[in-house]
């Protein structure tokens, strides 16, 4: 009998993992369609586009700090200023930026520091304070490991034109700083993590957010209460696109991809960094994160293999597990390359297999705590995606 629901267990995953697979081609699809009309349609805009504030909290000197700095200093934009945050004078990001910013002084930049966050999520409170000292309307947020091309700033502020859209988000690509551990979490972020976004937003369009990028203005988030009003939430990315759109405004995915920096990291690093993302996932989307079970592919196929050869069935075994093999790597070209155009992804078609498994492991990994670290700050997750911040010395912060 437990051979018999074990094979079940497998068919209904390999069936929903190959649905799953289907829709993932079909989003490429339409990403690809959306980034033909928006080349059109940008070729036209006049060069004189609306000024830009670049809203970026940074921490610490991290992998390739200056590379992604720089990208942000090299934008085929006519009026835009940069404007940093950190949370102590002494941060060790800042000697970085400050030699940046005096080799573009035609570029306006300011760099801000707030002191220790009295909001549980510091990278909000930075957003917060940025945003009170911003000139200009159109506010572009983004992490400090994140590199982009010189047209981002265009690709991203153009949909803002219209009143109807409030915040405008982009896929991202991983990108190793070195080391397998590194590779693989990058490897993630290019197939697994674009093809559920890919999938959302063909299904239902994009009600949330991406934190490498969120363009917004200054009435969609000042709709919302600003910042304060996500400052007790983990994912705070998802949810500030999340409450714009539920505001009555429009999010719209870019077809601009930035490189999100994957740092050399050890094993537990890496699933300290991919067991964060997932939690705050699972209390901030708790259904769809549930029903993130059954879209991975591989643990079906080594349960089908198993069953089916303890049963007798051998050749099924073998028939679900290449299934699942096959699925995943053709996913893995057509997501990685096609749409988050990861030069690395064609080279990783025969192992993301492994990668998949990894994922599903996380996932289950995903339901045994609800605590989390980051940056040295213990977070306890609270229904909704709320959280609780215990700092390294010692101080509590609940928002």
Not at 50 to 73: Q, T, Y
Not at 180 to 206: H, P, R, Y
Not at 303 to 322: D, P, Q, R, T
């Amino acid at each position: 009998m437990l051979a018999y629901i074990i094979l079940g267990l497998a068919i209904v995953g390999t069936i929903s993992s190959t649905i799953v697979f289907f829709l993932a081609l079909f989003g490429v699809i339409e990403f690809r369609r959306i980034a033909d009309r928006d080349h059109q349609t940008y070729a036209s805009l006049p060069a004189a586009m609306p000024p830009v504030s670049v809203l970026k909290p940074v921490h610490g000197n991290e992998a390739r700090l200056k590379e992604n700095i720089e990208s942000f200093f090299r934008q085929n934009y006519a009026e835009y200023e940069v404007l940093f945050a950190a949370d102590e004078p002494d941060d060790a990001a800042l000697p970085v930026i400050r030699e940046i910013c005096a080799r573009y002084p035609h570029i306006p930049s300011q760099i801000l520091i707030t002191g220790q966050p009295p909001w549980p999520n510091a990278p909000n409170y930075c957003f917060h304070r940025l945003t009170e000292i911003a000139a200009h309307d159109i506010l572009v947020t983004s992490d400090s490991d994140v590199e982009v091309g010189p047209d981002y700033l265009r690709d991203v502020a153009a949909p803002l034109l219209d009143p109807e859209v409030g915040a405008v988000t982009c896929v991202f690509r991983g990108k190793s700083a070195g080391g397998i551990w590194a590779a693989l979490d990058a490897i993630g972020m290019s197939v697994e993590f674009t093809a559920g976004v890919l999938i959302a937003n063909l299904l239902e369009g994009m009600k949330f957010g991406l934190g490498p990028t969120i363009a917004l203005r200054k009435d969609s988030i000042g709709k919302i209460g600003g910042y304060a009003a996500v400052r007790e939430y983990l994912s705070n990315d998802f949810v500030v696109g999340n409450f714009i759109y539920k505001a009555g405004f429009r999010v719209v995915l870019s077809s601009h991809v930035v490189d999100h920096i994957s740092p050399s990291m050890t094993f537990r690093q890496m699933w300290e960094r991919q067991l964060r993302w997932a939690m705050g996932t699972r209390y901030s989307r708790p259904k769809g994160h549930f029903g993130t079970g059954l879209t991975f592919a591989v643990p079906y196929g080594i349960l089908g293999l198993i069953a089916a050869s303890w049963l007798g069935h051998a050749w099924l075994g073998v028939a679900l597990f290449a299934a699942s093999l096959v699925n995943r790597m053709v996913e893995c070209w057509f997501v990685g390359w096609s749409a988050a155009r990861d030069p690395v992804a064609r080279g990783w078609v025969l192992l993301y297999p492994l990668r998949d498994l990894h994922g599903f492991i996380v996932w289950c990994a995903s339901y045994l705590g609800k605590r989390s670290l980051w940056r040295g700050t213990n977070y306890v997750l609270l229904k909704g995606g709320k959280l609780v911040a215990r700092r390294a010395d010692g101080t509590v912060v609940t928002g």
